[in-house]
């Protein structure tokens, strides 16, 4: 194990220096979007001259693409560039959803909660407690990489313990475990309309919720923070050894008698939010199931997760503010509402591209046609349906080093991948929770990462001769252990055939329609 370990301290610098490299050379990923758009375009006006043409395997369509390149396709690029834009589907939904988050962390509920829940554990589950915090605080966008990692670094040299092993730990959960959570978050709505975006290729009418991957991701949790754990205790610390920086422990506040007040106020609203929702879904005729069938698939439950995460957020937020104090009036919940999407101002700019190259996309049919070329190539190879999903996840793994932004890498894959495996008889919510596996996974040790140079101020702040391979170094472990579990995970899940939500099966009907 030693001799492991000291391998995987040992990363070569000319791998990293080419991760670096090869991560410098890209565009900004509205720019990317751009050109991604453009290239489109030209390779639509390629495969019509080509006369490229395929039979659906599911209708017997012939299916030949359409060029852009021409006085048809730039009238419709500019007459409906706004509509690609504004009915882009993860629009909406992240913006929605960003309303009711934006209210929790303006009052202060979801930094008080973190505190909470991290100064009550006891010693001995001190790691299990910070990586299950990282996992869960995810659902709260990019809180706990500014929160819940530093503050998990003091909270291990309070205890005596190695300070960059309790930001290892906490990185772990909050990024290695992206995709893993007992909540739906913003990333969930996002990923399901990327994804549904990419399976209307194949089938216009279909529908993807956004607690599509629910059960998995719930399941992933547990093991996520079992393998995070056990890296830290067992390879990650004992590498470290006994602290001997300059830094002196701190002393870490304990929650104030308003903050209690306003998180046992914040506990009452949630419970009645909670009833209120088991009213409407657990009996049969509960007024949030479906009016014809009487059942939850297709019902306005969940085709309303987005209205649910905002109502809810907004409802504990505004509970835990009054009960705090830290909410006086209306004025503080617009204003916590304000600021979460003022922080988005990239994130429209990115959208906005990105919309149209999906709809570029979709316009020229090469998507349909690459998706039919690959699901016979991939028939042809003989790969099995588990060997094909682990393949799958390791390219998303290694992508992901070089693109960081998880949402931009899937509006690039989505509508190859989606369109091709459901031509081959799997689901959309199928691909995208092999997908999320594989991007999950390499988060930790891509610089690529948005928040990968604040990991590294951090670790600098214990290690002064810390830097980019320090970090890589120790996150290597996690990443290999939440690979192989993972990826393990998703074939026992495939093996069994559970449902990966509800509603979310793992393959289709024959067609490739549901």
Known sequence: MKTLLERLRRVPNALLGFVERAGNVLPHPATLFALLALGVVVASAIAAQLGLEVTHPGTGETIRPVSLLSLEGLHRMLTEMVTNFTSFAPLGTVLVAMLGIGVM???????????????SAPPRLLTFVIVFAGVLSNAASEIGYVLLVPLAGMIFLAAGRHPIAGLAAAFAGVSGGYSANLLLGTVDPLLAGLTQEAARIVDPA???????????????????????????????????????????????????????????????????????????????????????????????????????????????????????????????????????????????????????????????????????????????????????????????AFLNLFMGSASAKWAVMAPVFVPMLMLLGYTPELTQAAYRVGDSTSNIIAPMMSYFALIVAFFERYDKSSGIGTVVATMLPYTVAFLVVWSVLLMAWMVLDLPLGPGAVLHLPSGGHR
């Open 206 to 396: 279909y529908a993807v919720n956004p607690a599509c991957n629910y059960y998995f991701l719930v399941a992933s949790t547990f093991l996520i923070t079992g393998a995070g754990t056990w890296v830290t205790e067992k390879l990650v610390e004992p590498r470290l050894g006994p602290y001997e920086g300059d830094i002196r422990p701190e002393a870490l506040e304990k929650l104030t008698a308003a903050e209690r007040r306003g998180l046992r106020w914040a506990l009452v609203a949630a419970g009645v939010f909670g009833v209120l929702l088991l009213l409407g879904t657990v009996p049969a005729n509960g007024f949030l199931r479906n009016p014809e069938t009487g059942g939850l698939l297709h019902s306005p439950f969940l085709s309303g997760i987005v209205a649910f995460i905002f109502l809810g957020g907004s409802v504990v937020g505004i509970a835990y503010g009054v009960g705090a104090g830290t909410i006086q009036s209306d004025a503080d919940v617009a204003k916590g509402m304000g600021s979460s999407i003022s922080s988005l101002g990239g994130y429209m700019v990115l959208v906005f591209f990105a919309a149209q190259f999906v709809a570029y996309f979709n316009w020229s049919r090469i998507g349909l046609i690459v998706a039919v070329e690959g699901a016979e190539a991939l028939k042809a190879s003989g790969m099995g349906g588990v060997a094909l999903m682990v393949s799958f996840v390791v390219l998303s």
């Open 105 to 119: 962390e303006g009052s202060g509920l979801i930094g008080s909660g973190l505190r909470l829940l991290v100064l």
